[in-house]
Each structure stands twice: as C-alpha cells, then as structure tokens.
C-alpha cells in the first residue's frame, strides 16, 4: 500500500554515462602520491592564522630568542658578594632545607 501522500514523478530517460578514458602507461598507474611539500603545509596553517595571531607569535619567538642570546652573551654585572659563599650546584630542595 502507498502513502496517501505519494505523488508519481516522472523520470526522465537515462543520460548514457562518457566513455572511459583509454588508459595510459602502466607507470603512471604505480606512481606514488606527491606528499605535499613542508614548506607549503607550513605556509597553508599560518594563512589560516588571523595576522595579530601571526604577529602576537612572530614577537613572542623573537622575544624569545632575545633572551637566549642575551643569556648566553652578556656576563654578570657585579662578582659574587665577599661575605657570601659562592653557590654550589644542589638541588632546590637541598638549598632551601640548609642540607
């Protein structure tokens, strides 16, 4: 039994589907997907990233790098106090415990 809603719509022929492409080499058929590049991944995510987001991250890793390389240049301004005992390497709970 049909719904008491059905309407019959008529179909139109059948559009004959296109002929296959003929095949080409067998090398072509066994070639490996091109992976997409790094370079254009990396380039695809930043274009996703609003620009105060790209620059909020380019100030922050520059910041960064700063600090680093002002670490490892710039030696200390003033030597160890003379009525201090020079640090030794320790862990944090052996210096805060006296031990």
Do not use: C, I, N, Y
Request: aromatic share 2%; proline share 16%; charged share 10%.
């Amino acid at each position: 039994m049909r719904h008491p809603l059905h309407v019959a719509l008529p179909v139109p022929a059948a559009v004959p589907a296109p002929a296959p492409a003929p095949a080409t080499t067998t090398a072509a058929r066994h070639r490996k997907p091109r992976r997409p590049s790094p370079v254009r991944t990396v380039l695809a995510a930043l274009a996703l990233v609003p620009p105060a987001g790209r620059l909020a991250a380019g100030l922050g890793a520059a910041s960064v790098l700063a600090a680093t390389a002002l670490t490892a240049v710039v030696e200390p301004a003033a030597p160890v106090a003379p009525d201090r005992v020079p640090a030794r390497q320790g862990s944090t709970f052996a210096q805060l415990s006296g031990h």
